[in-house]
């Protein structure tokens, strides 16, 4: 029985690409003729399910990248510490390795410190950073 999948509406704009970008995997992998005569269903689903990982990985890794480094588009929330109000400078960087539902997640994230409250904050979270 098949499993009811999550639709992201936000994947929606994105379908037709997609749709492109797999049968431009399929042609670099097998050819225009797809997979040889023999080929089993296990073993393109193990390929395309490997394939899966690895762009699940990268775009993780891309969109965490791009968040952490557009910091000063932060909203004022994020700006500030949460124990005084002041206002945080991100100077420093602090890398981050996560275990996300995709596998290892790894940015460096920016890091903010308040002189006031002597404590270290990651502003892309509204607490006190470790």
Same mark, same amino acid.
């Given at each position: 029985?098949?499993?009811?999948?999550?639709?992201?509406?936000?994947?929606?704009?994105?379908?037709?690409?997609?749709?492109?970008?797999?049968?431009?995997? $399929?042609?670099?992998?097998?050819?225009?003729?797809?997979?040889?005569?023999?080929?089993?269903?296990?073993? $393109?689903?193990?390929?395309?399910?490997?394939?899966?990982?690895?762009?699940?990985?990268?775009?993780?890794?891309?969109?965490?990248?791009?968040?952490?480094?557009?910091?000063?588009?932060?909203?004022?929330?994020?700006?500030?510490?949460? @124990?005084?109000?002041?206002?945080?400078?991100?100077?420093?960087?602090?890398?981050? $390795?996560?275990?996300?539902?995709? @596998?290892?997640?790894?940015?460096?994230?920016?890091?903010?410190?308040?002189?006031?409250?002597?404590?270290?904050?990651?502003?892309?979270?509204?607490?006190? @950073?470790?």
């Amino acid at each position: 029985m098949a499993r009811a999948t999550r639709r992201d509406p936000q994947a929606e704009p994105v379908q037709a690409y997609l749709e492109g970008v797999a049968k431009n995997l $399929i042609d670099k992998l097998y050819g225009p003729e797809g997979p040889p005569w023999g080929t089993s269903l296990t073993q $393109i689903e193990d390929l395309i399910l490997d394939l899966r990982q690895r762009l699940t990985k990268a775009m993780v890794a891309q969109a965490l990248t791009r968040q952490a480094t557009a910091h000063g588009q932060r909203p004022p929330a994020y700006r500030t510490c949460p @124990g005084c109000q002041a206002s945080l400078a991100c100077d420093d960087t602090n890398p981050r $390795i996560v275990q996300t539902r995709a @596998g290892e997640a790894e940015w460096s994230e920016p890091q903010a410190y308040c002189p006031r409250c002597r404590r270290a904050f990651f502003p892309s979270v509204e607490e006190p @950073g470790p």
